[in-house]
């Protein structure tokens, strides 16, 4: 239901507005919004690693059609400019962001019982086309509620944040999904030491039950009124979204900041859907040891990211891109590391080459994040939100689903299960240093000024209230 009837403006209406502006940016608020990604990290693992592994490794099943059902989500993501403007205008049961993002949150977990009964079928016929059909549809459900949700989510948490910091706002939450995940996998890899069907449906149950209640818990009473919002309802503003994605995509600095987003993510996650797949074929490494690859990244990159807080915390977020740019180039240099461990099969190589590339994530994702909250101006903020997501999300969907791809077409043409695998990691490398080079070509300082971000003075961790 949306919400257009004419409404005149009042003086309560703006003195709200006003206080929700101005309000204190309190450190416990934001790591309440970020106890949401607790659900979040456990999804992940629960299909990206868990699923992923247990289908390829020990199903027997080709990594393409499992990557394009884990990329689905992520193809689907031009939903998510629609949700974002939706967000920013028209409100869902009386909210603008909590709705979206329960009702997201609620089709996502209801996905994950078709995903554990559908997995148990093929467990005894890896050719059962009512349980494909069934996975089809449990993903085609957790890819819409991931996007119905996450847009709003993050520009639930960017709202909750004064216009200086809302970069560290972004960038506290976004920390703590990634400082998750490694405590996750290898919580999941003691839950399930290697495949049974009771213990997964145990694990499903137990994301749905944990995870669903941090969905709820993080964001109820989240949502302040803000300024745009109090104008809206207050002049009955109507804002049309093919005006507002070409008034968006007319200036090449987004255009640009899209493409860098594409590369980079592309480029980052193309390994994601062979990583324990490569455990498993080149070093015969069990579920429980390929599950706990994701935390030895994940570890490195959150100290990274926490190490970056506390060195760069008073710089502008404007400024980050040199730092972005640096944690490429190091996740490029641990990416050919990997591709040298697949050739010369050192698994010692391997691991060191993760960790890099982890250091590398976080440095990147420091800056990255940073940068997205700069490319985000009021009042299209949501939008803005949007098109980034659309931009992560479809590399993302699209680089795991070449992953696999490029794993199977490698091996049908008679590679080395080592040389296949090595052929991605340096692949990505590549594209990482790609990535490079197109933010070395954006001014987003000038993008800033433009877009009057230069209202504050000081970013500054320690002036948070606690």
């Known amino acids: 239901m949306t919400t257009e009837t ?23 608020h934001i790591l309440r919004l970020g106890t949401f990604q607790i659900g979040s990290a456990m ?56 709705s979206y993002i329960w009702l997201g949150r609620g089709l996502m977990a209801f996905s994950l019982l078709l995903l554990g009964g559908s997995t148990v079928i093929l467990e005894k016929n890896t050719g059962d086309p009512a349980a494909w059909a069934i996975l089809l549809l449990s993903f085609l459900i957790y890819g819409l509620g991931t996007l119905l949700s996450g847009s709003p989510y993050l520009a639930l948490v960017r709202d909750s944040a004064p216009k200086e910091k809302q970069g560290i706002a972004i960038g506290i939450v976004e920390t703590m999904l990634i400082a998750l995940f490694p405590i996750v996998a290898i919580g999941f890899s003691r839950l399930l030491t290697t495949y049974d069907p009771t213990l ?7 994301v749905i039950v944990v995870g669903g209640f941090f969905w709820f818990f993080s964001v109820a009473g989240a949502e302040k009124v803000n300024r745009h919002w109090a104008k809206v309802r207050a002049t009955g503003e109507q804002v049309n979204l093919k005006e507002t994605f070409n008034s968006i995509w007319a200036d090449d600095r987004t255009r640009r900041f899209f493409l860098f987003l594409f ?51 008073k710089r502008r977020p404007e400024e980050q891109s040199g730092v972005t740019k640096a944690g490429l180039a190091i996740m490029a240099g641990g990416m050919a590391l990997l591709g040298a461990s697949a050739f010369t099969l050192n698994s010692s190589l391997f691991l060191t080459g993760l960790v890099i590339f ?18 985000s101006p009021d009042p299209n903020a949501g939008a803005y939100l949007g098109l980034w997501t659309v931009a992560i999300l479809v590399s993302k969907g699209l680089g795991t689903f070449m992953g696999g791809v490029i794993r ?37 300082v000038k993008f800033a000024r433009d877009t009057d971000r230069f209202e504050g003075t000081e970013y500054p961790l320690a002036s948070m209230d606690i």
């Open 6 to 28: 004419q409404i005149e403006p009042t003086s309560t209406s703006i003195e709200i507005a006003d206080r929700s502006e101005a309000r204190p940016f309190k450190i416990g």
């Open 43 to 98: 999804g992940d693992i629960l299909t990206a690693g868990v699923w992923n592994r247990i289908m390829i490794s020990d199903f027997g099943i080709p990594a393409w059609p499992v990557g394009l059902l884990l990329a689905l989500k992520y193809l689907l993501a031009p939903i998510s400019l629609w949700v974002g403007y939706r967000s920013d205008n028209k409100s869902l049961w009386g909210w603008y962001r909590t």
């Open 200 to 206: 997964f449906w145990r694990l499903i149950l137990f």
């Open 263 to 313: 590369v980079a993510t592309f480029s980052a996650w193309i390994q994601d859907n062979i990583l324990e797949p490569y455990g498993a074929d080149v070093f015969d490494w069990e579920v429980e040891q390929t599950t706990r690859l994701t935390g030895y990244w994940g570890t490195a990159t959150v100290i990274i990211l926490v190490t970056s807080f506390i060195i760069w915390r």
């Open 358 to 375: 982890g250091a590398g994530f976080g440095l990147y994702t420091f800056g990255g994040l940073s940068l997205m909250a700069v490319m």
């Open 408 to 444: 199977d077409l490698l091996l049908a043409m008679g590679s080395p299960e080592n040389v296949a695998y090595g052929a991605i990691y340096f692949i990505s490398a590549v594209g990482l240093f790609a990535a490079v080079i197109i933010l070395a070509g954006l001014d987003v």
